[in-house]
């Protein structure tokens, strides 16, 4: 009885281990889906209220929730409050506070990162510019992520099943 209940365990312990598995590519499409929200709404409060960066991210903060509005707000104060530090490593301190937990790639999120030593020291319309270029690579990360979303799902689910049940019959 008690074997079976342990064996049980370990097939439920797989599964659940491929859903978390597809839980992540799900929020990863999430936070990719808010990185572009968050270059828009910075591009538009930038190009069309021709604000400071400060008051672009404070701004910006009212139209966001979670950990992305107070990444927007950490950076408004830090900016405010901070004159030894340049934009670029104010952007990289907060975003790696805020959203360090997000499930982006490493890749993605060096890019996000680097996103702040693009802006601060430029025009508008350059600012403006980098964030549409940031865009068109987010654009290009997110219909990666969309095709390969069902498929992967499917394979991350199917192997923790998969994974569970061997090592369920390993041990009988």
């Not at 340049?86 to 060096?110: D, P, V």
């Not at 654009?139 to 991350?156: G, M, N």
């Amino acid at each position: 009885m008690l074997k079976s209940a342990g064996l049980f365990l370990m097939v439920l312990a797989g599964t659940g281990l491929g859903f978390s598995s597809a839980c992540r590519l799900t929020q990863r499409l999430k936070a990719l889906n808010m990185c572009m929200q968050m270059a828009v709404y910075l591009k538009g409060e930038i190009r069309y209220g021709r604000l400071s960066l400060k008051d672009a991210f404070a701004d910006g903060a009212d139209k966001l929730c979670g950990e992305y509005r107070e990444f927007f707000l950490a950076v408004s104060r830090e900016l405010e409050g901070n004159t030894e530090k340049t934009f670029a490593q104010i952007f990289k301190e907060c975003g790696e506070m805020h959203l360090g937990s997000l499930e982006l790639t490493r890749e993605e999120r060096e890019e996000f990162l680097a996103l702040g030593s693009r802006l601060g020291h430029l025009d508008v319309e350059m600012q403006c510019r980098q964030l549409e270029l940031y865009e068109i690579s987010l654009t290009q990360h997110i219909r990666q992520v969309r095709t390969q979303l069902p498929e992967k799902k499917k394979v991350y689910q199917s192997l923790g099943l998969l994974g569970g049940l061997l090592a369920a019959v390993m041990i009988w």
